[in-house]
Each structure stands twice: as C-alpha cells, then as structure tokens.
C-alpha cells in the first residue's frame, strides 16, 4: 500500500502523538493551576482532582504517563515529521514559507518579549477580574 500524499508514516500517528503527551500535559497544567487559588473553588478543585488520580497511581503508571509515553510521542513525531520532511515538497515549501514569515518577527526580541508581555499582563489582569467577579 502506497501512502497518501503527505502522509508520511501512518495516518493515525499523528493523532497517536498528540494522544500519548495529552495526558502529561494535563497533569501539569492541572498541577500548576491548582496552585492559582483556593482548591475549594473550580476550576482549582477540578484541577485538583486531577492531580490526585496521578497521586494515587502506581509508581510505574506514573513513569509510564509522565515520561514513556510523552517520550514515545516525541521519537513517533520526529519520524513523522523527518519522513514527512523528505517525501512531501509541499509540506517543505509551507514550514519553508512560515519561517520565512516569521522571520521578521524573530530578528526583533525585544518586540516580541514586549508583545509577550503584553499578552501575559491582559490575561493575568484578565484573571483577576474574573477572580474578584467571582469572589
């Protein structure tokens, strides 16, 4: 069987890599926002609960979700994408045309360091509305 164009591997490796690091990011996502605010309040208590499903796993199952699997999805997505590199000129033309289109951005840091403030400022003050709104 002959793949399709531009898919270098399998279709559903993808899908499979964004699967098997979802649960890991999620854990630390959840681990970090629990520690925004009170656990008693959502979504800190929801976060919370998450964190303490992977509390009370097994030593391994943690190692498995926190470092194999995020490990796993890393090796798949450079296979992927490294095949995908070689056999598909219009996915190189497009990483190609986007670099090309940062670029201008890239070359200036302190811009991007003040757009990056910027976005950081309205959502924390965005946060704190909310968080005063909500009591």
Known sequence: MEPQRGTAVHPAVAPLSLILVLP???FFAA????LLQPVQHMPAAAADAYF??????????????LVLAP???LILAVVDQCLRWRRD???????????????????????V???????AAALWC???VMHAIAG
């Open 89 to 111: 000129a219009a996915w190189r033309s497009a990483v190609l045309g986007l670099a090309a289109a940062c670029r201008p951005v890239i070359v200036r840091p302190f811009a």
């Open 31 to 34: 681990a970090a926002l629990r």
């Open 71 to 73: 490990a796993l999805s």
């Open 126 to 128: 965005a946060f704190v």
């Open 52 to 65: 303490h499903v992977f509390a009370r796993m097994p030593r391994e199952a943690k190692l498995g979700v």
């Open 113 to 119: 360091m003040s757009a990056l403030a910027l976005l």
């Open 24 to 26: 890991a990011a999620v």
